[in-house]
């Protein structure tokens, strides 16, 4: 069965640096998704991007983020400047239409 | 202010009982989806439904529109259904608010 893949599964990086997260989602999904989910709270929706280009963002979703599809395939979010308030798991999520949103299994960034 | 309200926030429950979770929300929505985030983590996404009621396996989900609030029922609950069961609406387009979940215990 096809799946969102994530990598690194774990991210530790100094305060101030840049990080990227990776993601491959399913093959023939349109829309992509990141969420983040701080230790203990719930999760927070960042932004979503369908024809190569963002369609809806957050408050949360500042200039210090980024998100690209480089090749086609990957999916990735840019942080900028890390800080310790970016210390969370964050989660891709693509989907067909706007409908069933398959996750992926996180990135755990942990920001010193 | 919280757009997502789930209730209870922990339940245990003995084998075999059945169980319901409850989401109420204060935005208009076209659809609710409901979540489970296993203690590793990871997101499975359960159902999504904008009317009536929907079934897989033992999980019945069920939604009112009218009253902005969603059930999510477990019948004949195993150990292996421990997890934390998440709603999630669309505020707009994709936007979505998570409520804070309910983590439930389910013991042998």
């Known amino acids: 069965e096809p799946e969102v893949t994530q990598t690194p599964s774990h991210q530790v990086t100094q305060m101030g640096q840049e990080v990227i997260l990776r993601c491959v989602p399913i093959?023939?999904?349109?829309?992509f998704y990141w969420y983040r989910q701080i230790l203990g709270q719930k999760v927070e929706f960042l932004v979503s991007f369908y024809n190569n280009e963002i369609s809806e963002k957050s408050e949360i979703f500042d200039d210090q983020f980024s998100v690209e599809r480089p090749d086609g395939s990957n999916f990735t979010l840019k942080i900028r400047s890390t800080k310790l308030e970016d210390s969370a798991m964050y989660f891709c999520?693509?989907?067909?239409?706007?409908?069933?949103?398959?996750f992926g299994p996180g990135t755990r960034l942990t920001v010193l | 202010k919280n757009e997502v309200e789930q209730s209870p926030q922990n339940l245990t429950a003995q084998e075999g009982e059945f169980i319901t979770i409850n989401c109420s929300y204060s935005v208009g929505i076209s659809a609710l989806h409901w979540l489970q985030q296993h203690p590793g983590g990871g997101i499975v996404s359960l159902f999504m439904?904008?009317?009536g009621k929907k079934k897989h396996g033992r999980l019945i989900a069920t939604i009112n529109i009218q009253e902005k609030h969603s059930s999510l029922h477990i019948t004949a609950s195993h150990p292996r259904d421990s997890a934390v069961y998440i709603c999630?609406?669309?505020?707009?387009?994709?936007?979505?608010?998570f409520g804070t979940g309910t983590s439930l215990t389910v013991i042998p």
């Open positions: 999520a693509s989907s067909e239409s706007r409908d069933t949103q398959y």
């Open positions: 999630a609406v669309p505020l707009s387009g994709n936007q979505f608010y």
């Open positions: 093959s023939n999904h349109l829309y």
């Open positions: 439904l904008s009317s």
